[in-house]
């Protein structure tokens, strides 16, 4: 155990002498401002980490009240695997200024640094700290700050120091000083803090986010700020966030606007979802999705992923529920669906009054039924009960729609994990297309393939990723870099909507 422990220390240490290239920043004549980022490049022993962490997390990584928005448990936000982050920019803070690598995440909204004061979390000495002494525009705020992260979290207190991004400087903005940052997340991380560019509704301790204040104190041309993401592997240019506008060399045509719909995260509506042209039924009554620029992966419900998976070959969990399911009462839920019964209808799953299979099929419960077996039993046959909807609606045979549906029972995902494929096989693997707006959005495998290595050593893994969020925020997609990067993201803030065209 103590040479692994001493080999990893040394592998780690020697990743941390490894330079990051500097960002840029310009101010454009149209009166926007541009901030490039930089681009980490996939490695092993980060997504080793990643691996390792989310499976440490178990099922604690999402809480039930995971998704409550500002309330009593206002310092409750969604820790994305922040290892599998691309794409960082600079910002300082402080007279004179003090340099900061930090994630701009549209899935949070407060920013926050290391704090000189971090004496005991060993991932701050491995990171850029403010030095709250050595700035002559620091004004002391001291409210205590925290922010869990499933069983993790970060703790501190708030400040107020004048932020520059780019050359645009925030006075006074309100952030927080991180003096404890357990875990791996932190310690492994290329970034230094997070910028969020969420809504404030999501902010914790209600504090004012550093858009809000860009916006209200005229900094900006336009309340919009715009992603664009490069996904080139060879070219060392990250990507760029356009504040107060949008660049038309940074997209192609059109973009197609959704309005948002709940504030907090940018969140909006999305039609239905295809797999290589064939509509999967699961979003055909509209779904929820947030475009998030703070992960590089996709996530969905283990419905839809384990669909997916299936279509790509990816690796997965042999499920011996969801076999029992299809095996014992497969026929009996084909004629269940036929005329509007599920799960329940068969006694696998207990109905409440309020609980139902996904898509609007309708649960029932005779008078006579005994109820709820397991958990795990019922979860497997609302999933079934979904792909076999999907296959009716394609008109496929009892036998086929069994045999199918036995076949996803052996891709079922891990949740919050990446899924191994075979990098031979990405060439043949299928567009996966995301309806929104009216308009198809299409993922190529070269979209969601991640490629780690080179030669006979590549490794290959799905970008897709399963998460299961309880109503009534879920269930819910969140898009991320995989989207983002096809896709040039608007967010439009003034106009409380969200818009995606082909990125140039």
């Given amino acids: 155990m103590g040479t692994?422990?001493?080999?990893?220390?040394?592998?780690?240490?020697?990743?941390?002498?490894?330079?990051?290239?500097?960002?840029?920043?310009?101010?454009?004549?149209?009166?926007?401002?541009?901030?490039?980022?930089?681009?980490?490049?996939?490695?092993?022993?980060?997504?080793?980490?990643?691996?390792?962490?989310?499976?440490?997390?178990?099922?604690?990584?999402?809480?039930?009240?995971?998704?409550?928005?500002?309330?009593?448990?206002?310092?409750?936000?969604?820790?994305?695997?922040?290892?599998?982050?691309?794409?960082?920019?600079?910002?300082?803070?402080?007279?004179?200024?003090?340099?900061?690598?930090?994630?701009?995440?549209?899935?949070?909204?407060?920013?926050?640094?290391?704090?000189?004061?971090?004496?005991?979390?060993?991932?701050?000495?491995?990171?850029?700290?403010?030095?709250?002494?050595?700035?002559?525009?620091?004004?002391?705020?001291?409210?205590?700050?925290?922010?869990?992260?499933?069983?993790?979290?970060?703790?501190?207190?708030?400040?107020?120091?004048?932020?520059?991004?780019?050359?645009?400087?925030?006075?006074?903005?309100?952030?927080?000083?991180?003096?404890?940052?357990?875990?791996?997340?932190?310690?492994?991380?290329?970034?230094?803090?997070?910028?969020g560019l969420g809504f404030k509704e999501i902010s914790v301790g209600n504090s004012t986010p550093v858009w809000y204040n860009m916006v209200e104190k005229g900094l900006v041309k336009e309340p919009i700020f715009s992603f664009w993401l490069n996904r080139n592997p060879q070219d060392p240019e990250g990507g760029e966030i356009v504040f107060g506008g949008v660049d038309p060399k940074h997209f192609k045509g059109e973009h197609t606007y959704v309005p948002v719909t709940h504030k907090g995260y940018w969140q909006f509506d999305m039609g239905d979802l295809q797999i290589a042209g064939k509509p999967t039924g699961y979003c055909a009554k509209g779904c929820s999705a947030i475009a998030d620029s703070g992960t590089s992966l996709l996530t969905g419900p283990s419905t839809v992923i384990t669909m997916i998976n299936h279509a790509i070959g990816a690796q997965g969990i042999v499920s011996r529920e969801c076999k029992a399911v299809v095996d014992q009462y497969g026929k009996t839920m084909l004629n269940s669906l036929l005329a509007q019964k599920v799960c329940s209808q068969i006694g696998v799953c207990a109905f409440d009054g309020t609980d139902s299979v996904s898509m609007g099929i309708q649960s029932v419960v005779d008078d006579g039924a005994s109820g709820l077996l397991n958990q795990a039993m019922c979860s497997a046959c609302q999933m079934a009960a979904v792909w076999m909807e999907s296959e009716l609606t394609q008109n496929q045979t009892q036998e086929r729609i069994l045999a199918y549906a036995a076949e996803l029972c052996d891709h079922i995902p891990t949740q919050n994990q990446q899924s191994a494929v075979d990098c031979e096989k990405v060439s043949s693997m299928p567009i996966v297309s995301f309806t929104i707006g009216g308009r198809t959005f299409d993922l190529s495998p070269q979209d969601y393939i991640f490629k780690i290595g080179e030669g006979v050593e590549t490794q290959c893994t799905s970008g897709f990723t399963a998460m299961d969020i309880p109503p009534p925020r879920g269930p819910l997609w969140i898009l991320g870099d995989i989207f983002m990067g096809p896709y040039h993201t608007v967010f439009d803030y003034g106009k409380a909507r969200v818009g995606f065209a082909k990125a140039a």
């Fill in 4 to 195: 692994r422990f001493q080999s990893f220390l040394l592998v780690f240490l020697l990743s941390c002498l490894i330079l990051i290239s500097t960002a840029s920043c310009e101010r454009n004549g149209d009166g926007t401002i541009r901030i490039g980022l930089k681009k980490r490049k996939l490695d092993r022993s980060n997504r080793l980490a990643s691996q390792l962490f989310l499976k440490n997390r178990g099922e604690s990584w999402f809480p039930k009240d995971h998704f409550r928005l500002n309330d009593a448990n206002a310092d409750m936000v969604p820790l994305k695997n922040y290892l599998d982050a691309q794409y960082y920019g600079d910002i300082t803070i402080g007279t004179p200024p003090q340099k900061f690598t930090v994630i701009f995440d549209t899935g949070s909204s407060n920013l926050w640094i290391p704090s000189t004061k971090c004496y005991l979390s060993v991932a701050c000495y491995f990171h850029s700290k403010y030095k709250a002494s050595q700035s002559s525009t620091y004004r002391k705020n001291g409210k205590p700050a925290s922010i869990r992260y499933g069983t993790g979290a970060i703790a501190g207190y708030f400040s107020y120091d004048d932020v520059k991004v780019g050359d645009l400087v925030v006075k006074e903005q309100e952030f927080i000083e991180a003096t404890s940052e357990p875990g791996i997340t932190f310690l492994l991380a290329k970034f230094d803090g997070i910028l």
